[in-house]
């Protein structure tokens, strides 16, 4: 993803990663890709054995893992540096 700094202005020191994008020049992609890697959410889903519990999925939609209930998958997610999201 390329970033850029409106007006040209990059501040010193500041490493490619951290600098500014500006959402505006992002392909749909791009667009959909962002906070995939920070950001989760939960939804109900019947284990293998017919038992209820609760899937995570990334923010684009693929599924994480399948686990017991939603206090665990909360747990996962936090624990793997993501924020949970909640769905209405």
């Not at 501040?11 to 020049?25: F, I, T, Y």
């Not at 599924?63 to 665990?72: F, I, N, R, S």
Request: glycine share 10%.
């Amino acid at each position: 993803m390329k970033s850029s700094i409106q007006g040209g202005y990059t501040p010193a020191g500041l490493p490619q990663a951290e600098r500014v994008a500006d959402v505006r020049q992002l392909s749909d992609m791009q667009f959909r890709s962002l906070g995939l890697s920070k950001v989760a959410y939960t939804r109900p889903a019947v284990l293998e054995d017919g038992e209820e519990g609760c899937a995570i999925y990334a923010a684009d939609g693929s599924l994480l893992a399948v686990v017991d209930d939603m206090e665990t998958a909360w747990g996962a997610i936090v624990q793997n540096d993501m924020v949970p999201a909640s769905l209405q």
